[in-house]
Every structure is written in structure tokens, then in C-alpha cells.
């Protein structure tokens, strides 16, 4: 496949889009908060004990910066890249407009970061190995990058088939499983992988259209809860789940 450009990764992130998708990135859910409080706990158990302006961390497409948000109430110093020129005025309205960045190839604090996150990016771009390169030379010696993404080991991928909820062309440009994504981090310099699996209620409901199912009153949660279940089941019993975590150390 060829590279997407920047300018063409801008055309698709316009503020259409946003406005589109306002409520998975501006009105952000309790659980997607949840989930990324769950990661920066992981993140910080991972690195040094370190306080205050000392701890950087980088979150390459940072949306609208709810996480980068969440970490600097955790004492993390904060900068974000995005490339959609409103999600990043949003970005710099929340943490400050001298730390948001659109363009990740024009920085050039080589070294300077202890944690850079990359939470459901990676299968935006059409050149993701030019990404995890630059995050590589970003980051200090034994820094921690962070990311997830989907998964096509995922059973609800092999159940779905085309009408996985993940696959929406032209968003998703990249599909990573355990081993290519591992592989990939691996050629890019990192390693002492942590990875973590886990299936995504929600993309089961909207894979067969029914995700007007998810929030709705509690015989109608329980219901769900029920039918689901076998899914979930066997899916965080085999580590074949929608979404896969990595976190790993530069060497």
C-alpha cells in the first residue's frame, strides 16, 4: 500500500468528521475515561518515580486531549500531536496551546520524552513504521511507549467478517495482530513487550448493527449482558479480543 500524505491524513480528520463522530471524540463516554485511567496506571507502574515537570509524556494523536488531560491532573508535563486542525484547537484549549503540535516530524526533542502513548492511532496511517520510528528517537533511553489497536485474531473479526465495526475504509488503513504488531515494535527498536487483550462489547453490538442496545435501561443491560457473555468469555479465555495493548521499552 502507498503512504498516505499528511495532507491527505488532514483531508480525512476535517472538522466534518468531528463533528460526525462528536460524541466518541469530543463527548467523551465515563468508560472510554475509565479505560484511560485504567492505561496510565499501568504506564506509571512501568516508569521511574519520578514528579512533577520531570515526567514527559507524548500522546501521538491526541484527539481533543481528554487523555492528555488525565495525566496532567496526574502531575505528567503533557504534549500532544494531531493532525485535525479543530480536534487540536480543542487539544490546546484543555492543556495549553504551546503543547499541542500537528505535525509529529517537525519536533525535534530527540530524547526528551519518558512515555509517548499512541492509543488507536496506529491503524490511521498509512505509514505506521515511520511513526513508531520517530516515537523511537523521541523517546529517552528506556522509555515506555504505549499504544492499542485493533486485533484481527479477534473472534468477533472471524465471526463478522466485512461487518466487523473496525473495518471502515478510510480510517482504518492498517490491521495489526499479536505477531505483525510485535514484529513491528521489534524493527522499530523496542522491546520487554507487555500485551493485553481484551473484547470491546460495544464494537460486538454495532458489528450487527444493534448498538441502540448499549445504555438503555437495566433489564435491558442485563439482557445484553447475557447474550454476550459467551462471546466475552471465550474471547478473553483465548486472548482473541477486538483490542490489543502494547507496552514497551526503547532499547
Not at 22 to 28: D, F, K, L, P, T
Not at 62 to 90: H, K, P
Not at 192 to 206: C, K, P
Amino acid at each position: 500500500m502507498d503512504s498516505v500524505s499528511q495532507d491527505e491524513l488532514k483531508s480525512i480528520y476535517s472538522d466534518d468528521y468531528y463533528e460526525k463522530y462528536q460524541s466518541r471524540y469530543i463527548e467523551v463516554s465515563p468508560k472510554q475515561r475509565e479505560i484511560w485511567m485504567r492505561r496510565l496506571r499501568v504506564i506509571e507502574g512501568m516508569t521511574d518515580d519520578r514528579t512533577g515537570s520531570e515526567r514527559c509524556l507524548l500522546d501521538i494523536g491526541c484527539g481533543t486531549g481528554v487523555f492528555l488531560t488525565i495525566a496532567q491532573s496526574s502531575g505528567w508535563n503533557v504534549s500532544g500531536i494531531e493532525i485535525s486542525t479543530q480536534a487540536s484547537a480543542l487539544a490546546a484549549k484543555a492543556v495549553g496551546a504551546n503543547r499541542i503540535s500537528q505535525d509529529i516530524f517537525a519536533l525535534e526533542e530527540t530524547g526528551s520524552f519518558d512515555v509517548i502513548t499512541m492509543w488507536a492511532i496506529i491503524e490511521h496511517l498509512g505509514d505506521p513504521l515511520s511513526y513508531l520510528e520517530k516515537a523511537h528517537s523521541l523517546l529517552k533511553p528506556g522509555g515506555t511507549l504505549a499504544l492499542a489497536t485493533m486485533s484481527t485474531d479477534a473472534w468477533n473479526r472471524k465471526l463478522f467478517g466485512t461487518k466487523w465495526r473496525y473495518f471502515t475504509p478510510p480510517e482504518h488503513l492498517i490491521f495489526f495482530n499479536r505477531e505483525n504488531l510485535l514484529c513491528a515494535l521489534e524493527k522499530t527498536g523496542f522491546h520487554s513487550m507487555v500485551v493485553a487483550v481484551y473484547f470491546n462489547e460495544l464494537a460486538f453490538w454495532h458489528s450487527i448493527s444493534l448498538s441502540f442496545l448499549h445504555g438503555q435501561s437495566l433489564p435491558m443491560r442485563i439482557a445484553r449482558k447475557a447474550l454476550v457473555a459467551p462471546v466475552r468469555v471465550m474471547s478473553n479465555l483465548f486472548q482473541a479480543g477486538d483490542i490489543i495493548e502494547v507496552f514497551a521499552k526503547r532499547v
